[in-house]
């Protein structure tokens, strides 16, 4: 099990737990302002002012990056962490969950400056729980006057569009706004998601799921239709077997190579007890 689980799980998934998503988290002062000041930053600034202070910490020497890491990994972990969650546990943190909002991915609208792709979901973020922020989530998220930035949706409308999301090869993560309160669901994508520029710059500031993902070799049949949805590099092709093959090492265990599989020739196990997996995090 994850750090998190042990800290705030009592050994089982920590985002399981239905305290995780309470109002009484959402309520607390401290946490409302993080939110507030966490929308000011990131709806004002833009993708590329965010890589370049990742190029800063690389040009100094290594010491020096290896201590920004420490100490901005801690931060990230005390208040806006994230986890790979797959689809069928998403089923069962929506059942958590008091709403289910959809809003516009702040990671695309600074890297591109767009509103319109509405990959994330809010938990428990309804307007009228929000009215003290309701301002910043609009000079946020509002596209226009008439627009309302939040749109509720049925646990099978989420998922529904979660399974669209994995048929592009989007990744399902939760975060946290004040750990351990979890407040999203983003669907990430290499090319724009903020997460995804984290981990291509090695700084951690989300964990593998639970799982790893196996392909059953009896089963597979070569097609290779799943290949191109990893976005971890984890999965290659044996020319000899004329099969697909998944490097537990580098599986966050998304999931997302499913949804490409006709056969279902790969399965999620549990993580803690793969050999090779069970210490990555
Ligand atoms: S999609 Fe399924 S059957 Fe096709 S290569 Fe991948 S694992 Fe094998
Ligand atoms: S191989 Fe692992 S990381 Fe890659 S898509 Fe499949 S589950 Fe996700």
């Not at 994850?2 to 009592?10: I, Y």
């Not at 050994?11 to 929308?39: Q, T, V």
């Not at 516009?104 to 994330?120: Q, S, V």
């Not at 020319?239 to 998304?254: A, E, L, S, W």
Request: hydrophobic residues 35%; charged residues 30%; contains cysteine.
């Amino acid at each position: 099990m994850c750090e998190f689980c042990h800290q705030h799980g009592e050994g089982k998934k920590w985002y399981l737990k239905a305290e995780h998503y309470s109002e009484e988290l959402l309520n607390d002062l401290n946490r409302r302002h993080f939110i507030r000041e966490f929308l000011q930053k990131y709806g004002n600034e833009t993708g590329a002012k965010f890589e370049q202070d990742f190029q800063k910490a690389f040009q100094g020497p290594a010491w020096l990056k290896k201590l920004i890491y420490h100490f901005q990994e801690r931060r990230q972990r005390r208040d806006h962490f994230g986890q790979v969650v797959p689809l069928e546990d998403l089923a069962q943190v929506m059942d958590l969950a008091s709403s289910i909002v959809r809003v516009p991915c702040i990671c695309r609208k600074m890297n591109k400056g767009r509103l319109d792709a509405e990959y994330c979901f809010g938990l428990g973020l309804d307007a009228e729980k929000l009215l003290d922020i309701q301002e910043v989530f609009l000079e946020t998220f509002r596209r226009g006057p008439e627009d309302a930035p939040f749109d509720r949706l049925s646990k099978e409308e989420a998922l529904d569009l979660l399974r669209a999301f994995e048929k592009q090869g989007l990744i399902h993560t939760i975060w946290t706004f004040k750990t351990p309160f979890i407040g999203g669901i983003c669907n990430c994508d290499r090319a724009d998601c903020l997460a995804m520029l984290c981990y291509r710059y090695d700084f951690k500031s989300f964990f593998r799921a639970e799982y790893v993902a196996e392909v059953s070799g009896d089963a597979c049949i070569g097609c290779r239709e799943c290949l191109a949805l990893c976005q971890f590099g984890a999965m290659g092709f044996s020319v000899m077997d004329q099969k697909t093959f998944i490097d537990p090492v580098r599986c966050y265990g998304c999931g997302i190579c499913r949804s490409a599989c006709e056969m279902e020739a790969i399965q999620l196990t549990p993580r803690q007890d793969h050999p090779l997996a069970c210490n990555l995090w």
